[in-house]
């Protein structure tokens, strides 16, 4: 056997060591930029994309880098771009990639946007249908349907939250290795605040064809575009001359051919259906859903594990992974009772062999199994912007809110200082919310208004979460100095403060 030689194992460390080198870190030091580029790019647009470490958590991420354009000027876009990035960064999904953070800087004069999202190792959908149809293999009908439902359960959240995902193909979807898919979350829309990029025409038979026209785009263009994925996922590519990847310009005939070639007519139907040329006519991602290729009534067993996963079953002082789902033998984790005197019938965790229990448990917390039939994962709410003008709240015993703030306060400091008009003082109130924001609320009030006025009005109009009263209302109280309680003219709440 021959030896290996010396100065190719030395310029094979060499490489490994310049791939790993780090060349920028965020600015907060958790990112951490190597040289290393990577396949995965969620949208057309991107510039560049690398390796990177998360140095807080420990895993690898994907550095991403755009550009911006020479027409675009970054202070007027700032406020868009903070917008269209934070509403990305409350995503979460488990058939998503993570969106962690972004920003913005300039390197060698040129401004610049950043993100970091979660890396997917195991590569694209589109990789995975190369190497099965390589190996002449067929796609299962089960798998598909697994894979449909994962798909539609993350577009049907994204929607809730008023997100056109735009541009769905598989390259775009990503699978892990114990199956669960996860879609890439940012929207090209974001990356046409930054700057004006030529189309990729690649994949163009996934986009829907009302895109070109901007005023009739909706949802309905992401279900065209899944339509299509459904398809290239069911024959492994597309028949005719479409090519063998799929990657080249692929015709009416052809999608016509492929579609007709598959033997399950609920599949024909259910394809046919999201790729309805008018968008009117295309289901909803939650009707598709209820589609009879896809829904099925959810077995007790995966009720079971959905109620240990999402309940209080887990203990919650369990930080070490392997030991999460880790219960007691006699524990009951499903249960059927009978109208009648008959005994319930109880299965306790002692009955469950361990290493399906473990498995299915997993799964499910990872998304793989989504109760589709039920809610789904609630969105997030919608960041606040400015605090809007609000006209005087008419005075009535319980009026209706006008919004609701969904974030807590974690920190609060309020100051109530006199004014020189008679009668009229001045209230600061400084938040910090659970979302780490800050919230500062400075106003006029009388000798007529209470704390409890007060707090309330705050809750009415949306400034604070109605379990916040309570507390807001004793901090007014408690925030008088004393030297003022002894001047003329303070409210009675003040003075009995």
Sequence with gaps: MAEPDEGSTNKADSESEDECEVLEESPCGRWQKRREEVEQRDVPGIDNAFLAMDTEEGVEVVWNEVQF?????????????RQVFNSLIQLDHPNIVKFHKYWTDTKDGRPRVIFITEYMSSGSLKQFLKKTKKNNKTFQ??????????????????????????????????????????????????????????????????????YEDPSRCTTAIDIYSFGMCALEIAALGFQGNGGETGTNHVTEEAI?????????????????????KDPKKRPQARELLFHEILFEVHSLVLLAAH?????????????????????????VIAEITHPDDR?????????????????????????????????????????????????????????????????????????????????????TLQLKMDDKMNRQL?????IEDTPENLAQELVHYGFINQRDRDTITKLIEGSIPSSAIQENGLPEWIATA
């Excluded at 109620?307 to 524990?331: C, F, G, M, R």
């Design 343 to 427: 005994e319930p019938v109880t299965w306790k965790v002692a009955q469950c062999p361990p290493l399906e229990r473990e498995k299915l448990l997993e799964d499910v917390r990872n998304g793989i199994f989504p109760l589709t039939a039920f809610k789904l994962p609630t969105p997030p709410p919608k960041p606040r912007a400015k605090t809007p003008e609000v006209e005087e709240l008419s005075k009535s015993e319980d009026p209706a809110p006008v919004d609701v703030e969904n974030r807590l306060v974690m920190q609060s400091t309020c100051s109530v200082k006199k004014t020189d008009e008679i009668g009229k003082y001045s209230i």
């Design 307 to 331: 109620a240990i996963v999402h309940s209080s079953i887990l203990p919650e002082n369990l930080t070490d992974q392997a030991n999460k789902y880790k219960l007691e033998p006699n524990q």
């Design 141 to 210: 009908l089960k798998a598909w349907k697994r894979w449909c439902t994962q798909i539609l359960s993350a577009l049907s959240y994204l929607h809730s939250c008023d997100i056109i995902h735009g541009n769905l193909t598989c390259d775009t979807i990503f699978i892990q290795h114990n199956g669960l898919i996860k879609i890439g979350s940012v929207a090209p829309d974001a990356m046409h605040i930054v700057k004006t990029y030529r189309k990729d025409i690649k994949n163009m038979h996934c986009v829907a064809p009302e």
């Design 256 to 276: 016509e051919k492929t579609l007709a070639s598959l033997e399950n007519p609920l599949q024909k139907d259910f394809i046919a259906k999201c790729i309805q």
């Design 442 to 446: 400075t106003a006029e009030v009388s």
């Design 69 to 81: 354009s020479g027409n675009r000027n970054l202070k007027e876009q700032q406020e868009k771009i």
